[in-house]
């Protein structure tokens, strides 16, 4: 009974503590497939006519003094940057994304998805369409498409259903390109001006210690009013259960050890009592009282240690049942907007992945050596009883 019951509570602290990691690293994907921990925008006013190239009223300039600054920040390792345009021509609208070419913080993690055709060569005004969009416009490598009064040529095309759903688009610039396109829109000036050298979406790569500080200095750099996403936002997006999943983990965890502690105790007392005619013995024939406590002492750290095994096991049958789950993460509109007149504009999308449930070596040896610990204090505690045994009485009733 006390191996059962110690296993299962040791069973519990296991899962309960993987799962919580498992939703902490769920809520780290969306960021993570972009090789970024933070990412930022300021929203801004909206746009005052959708003619030409406009900004999505979540992202506004980010000048290029302030991402200097930033890069300063202690605790930033790198940034990368990205230019999110929608573009109104006459006959169609785009929406437009100017990416760093090499860049491993950041959308230029697109290299991977192409499709069909090539990745943007250095230097050369190119473009790349996402594949669902141009399979709608029958647009393929080879052709020009007209953006702004500009021609670019398509040289491949993407499947962004692939990829991070941060910052997604149907027409991928290098980020130059898309800055001169910026920078020459009156409407988009008049709404927040803009200099060659600026952006409106930048990612961050940041110690995973610090990454709440580098947050607060955002603000102080950028203002109060701009987003800032981390993965405790996308965990609280996840909801509130989630937000305050490390205290309720906490709290459970030690109610589960503790009601095993409880049944390993009563267990092995009443294991006492009834050996109580066997101790009688022993000490008759010479044992000592501490020879007897050390004996059973070794024996409940053996069951223990046992349990703990079991335990273990246990929670490593239930991790891999949990890691057929699917959780689903929703993408704030603002991180990837699109304008809500076009087909599934304002749609919310989501990043679907399996919980990534597994238990780290060091959580594993903590509960194996917490089952030892606690059949160390469950045999220390028995020693009173053991010392109120009396081979004399012990023998007489026998």
């Known amino acids: ?159 962004a259903s692939h990829a991070a759903k941060i910052a997604v688009a149907n027409l991928y610039l290098p980020l130059p390109e898309a800055q001169a396109i910026a920078a020459a829109s009156k409407p988009l000036q008049a709404v927040s001006p803009f200099a060659l050298g600026d952006v409106n979406l930048l990612f961050i790569r940041a110690d995973q210690e610090k990454i709440n500080s580098v947050a607060s200095a955002l603000k102080g750099i950028l203002g109060d009013k701009v987003a800032v996403a981390t993965p405790n936002s996308f965990l609280k997006l996840l909801g509130s259960f989630f937000a305050v999943s490390d205290k309720f983990t906490l709290v459970a965890s030690l109610i589960a050890v503790l009601i095993a502690v409880l049944i390993a105790f009563k267990t092995m007392a009443g294991n006492v009592a009834e050996r109580a005619r066997e101790i009688g013995v022993l000490k008759a024939v010479g044992w000592t009282h501490r020879n007897v406590t050390l004996q059973l002492l070794a024996e409940s750290v053996i069951q223990c240690f046992i349990a703990g095994i079991l335990g273990l096991l246990i929670a490593y049958a239930a991790a891999l049942a949990l890691g057929f789950m699917t959780v689903n993460i929703p993408i704030p509109w603002e991180m990837s907007p699109t304008p809500h007149f076009l087909p599934g504009g304002g749609a919310t999308l989501y990043k679907t992945l399996r919980l990534p449930v597994h238990i780290p070596a060091s959580l594993a040896l903590f509960a194996v050596l917490l089952s030892v610990v606690i059949g160390g204090l469950t045999g220390a505690l028995l020693s009173s009883h053991i010392s109120k045994i009396k081979p004399s009485e012990v023998l007489r009733h026998e």
């Open 1 to 159: 009974m006390a191996v059962f019951g110690l296993s299962i509570g040791i069973a519990l602290l296991v899962i309960l503590n993987a799962v919580s990691l498992a939703y902490h690293e769920a809520a780290r994907a969306p960021l993570k497939e972009i090789g970024a921990d933070i990412t930022v925008q300021r929203p801004g006013n909206v746009p005052e006519e959708l003619s030409g190239a406009v900004f999505p009223c979540s992202a506004v300039t980010i000048r290029r003094d302030e991402i200097e600054r930033i890069g300063k920040v202690h605790g930033v390792r790198g940034t990368g940057t990205a230019l999110l345009l929608w573009v109104f021509e006459p006959n169609r609208a785009w929406i437009v994304l100017g990416i760093e070419r090499e860049n491993p913080i950041g959308p230029s993690i697109l290299r991977n998805f192409v499709t069909e055709g090539r990745y943007l060569a250095a230097g050369k005004p190119e473009a790349l369409v996402e594949a669902a969009y141009a399979r709608q416009f029958g647009i393929k490598p080879g052709d020009a498409v007209s953006i702004a009064g500009r021609s670019f040529p398509v040289v491949g095309l993407i499947d």
